[in-house]
């Protein structure tokens, strides 16, 4: 049997690689004792690279082509050995096989909100998912840095990693863009342009190109979209006080269908009694006129008195909405003001 082994060994004229499995990154071509003849024919295909390694030392790369090996097509490895006169002696080395193929649609995607620092909102908490695609670039540092002495290594076993760097790299890039969240929003193009280009140099350093990444969804976490779908909704209506509080009064009125006044201060408890948008426009003009909801109640020819109850329940909703940024810290302390000496 030691003969037969033996007599094979000298017949290994031609190395190649022919990939039966879409998955595989890199493959060691198998061979007895690693000896590799002087003389033999490493054949590379239009979609590999081969490595050649010497005791451990990456020699040499191939492209490409069919390479007849020597010490004349390996001359490092001719001033490692000193092999000037043993041009027929096998070479104890290694040929390592790298597929250069793209691997399309490797999914990404954030399994948690992930926290963005916007140069509008201050911080935005997103959802993100889409693909991306790479091929192998640099077979050499591929080797170096991942893939090693393994007789394969497969595209599986490097997307956890992969998939850390886009998510990583979507903060930095963001964050470094200075482009606000509503312009990345509205133009996933661009958004996937930022990501892209943060997580070029690490793919790099692992001996990869990142030929491609999509942004095919972007979104906020629910609690997060309602206070922008408020805000768009003061937008359209503009910085008038009378008009938002219109406006908030008929986005209350589904509720308002369904049962949903609960009492949630002296304008709640109007609501919940059926006032609607005719409420919204009163309270909007009395408190333009700096008059306290309460008064709405009240024939005008009588004035009455105001419960303090009444006024912090007022107080807190115009806290509510300087939180939100509707009313600035001058507009809310005068309002504040104001109330409080109607108790008096």
Known sequence: MALIDFLKKQFIDVIEWVEDSDDVLAWRFPMADREIQTGAQLTVRESQFAVFVNEGVVVDAFGPGRHRLSTQTLPLLT??????????????????????RQRLDQRWGTSQPVTLRDKEFGAVRVRAHGNYSFQIADPKVFHTQISGTRDRYT??????????????????GVAESGIAFLDLAANQSVFAAVVTKAAEP?????GLKLTGLTVQSLSLPDELQKVLDQRIGMGMVGPDMAKFLQYQTGQSIPDLAKGGGSGGGVAGDAAGLGAGLALGQVL?????????????????AAPTAVSADEVVATIEKLHGL?????????EFDAKKAELLKKLV
């Open 79 to 100: 001033n490692l050995m000193n092999w000037d006169k043993l041009f027929e002696s096998p070479f104890k080395s290694d040929v390592y096989f790298f597929s250069a």
């Open 155 to 172: 595209v599986g076993e490097l997307d956890g990693q992969l998939l850390g760097i886009v998510m990583q790299q979507m903060a930095t």
């Open 202 to 206: 690490a793919f790099a350093a692992l």
């Open 284 to 300: 909007a003009q009395n408190l333009a006129a700096g008059l306290h909801p309460a008064a709405v109640a009240a024939p005008a």
């Open 322 to 330: 300087k939180t939100k940024g509707i009313l600035s810290d001058a």
